[in-house]
């Protein structure tokens, strides 16, 4: 029992969580786009803290330092994008959003998350 409490206290003390890179690609046909995907998604499920027009309290925690309102923010992000929400063929990543925050995407969602960010970094 200490012993478990003893990991957790480190676990708690080693930083954020990163999740693992989810070895997506982008599809070949109907491939997800900023306009067709990204944004919407972005706007529904992360805008709400990781907003530039979120300030102080309002961004509930979020890094300043990260934000996803443009494209090219989200282009500056997708290897974490990728590590903290998103599903793949290697990983399933849930950290982000927050686990009490609502709306949470569906697995389904998080699926194509990982195909847009695989389109960005390629386009
Ligand atoms: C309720 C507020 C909230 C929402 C909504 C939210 N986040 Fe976060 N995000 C945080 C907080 C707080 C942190 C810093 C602590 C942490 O990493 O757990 C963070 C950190 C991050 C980081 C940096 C982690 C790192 O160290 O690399 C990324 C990337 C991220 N979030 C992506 C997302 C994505 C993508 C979404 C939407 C699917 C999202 N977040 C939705 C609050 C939020």
Redesign the pocket.
């Known amino acids: 029992m200490k012993a478990a409490l003893a990991l957790l206290l480190i676990a708690a003390c080693t ?4 999740g693992e890179d989810t070895g997506s690609t982008c599809p070949p046909s109907d491939p997800p786009t900023y306009a067709s995907f990204g944004q919407p ?2 706007q529904t ?2 805008l ?3 907003s530039q027009s979120k300030l102080g309290d309002d ?5 300043v330092t ?1 934000d ?1 309102d443009t494209r090219s923010l989200i282009r500056e ?1 997708t290897s ?2 990728d ?3 998103a599903f793949g063929p290697t990983s399933k990543n849930r ?4 686990d ?2 609502q709306p949470q ?1 569906s697995d389904a969602e998080r699926v194509r ?1 990982g195909e847009y960010i695989a389109c960005e970094i390629g386009r």
């Open positions: 930083g954020d969580p990163v998604f972005m499920y992360c709400a803290c990781h961004r509930n925690g979020a890094p990260i996803f992000n974490r994008i590590k903290q929400a950290l982000m959003p927050d009490d925050h995407p998350l």
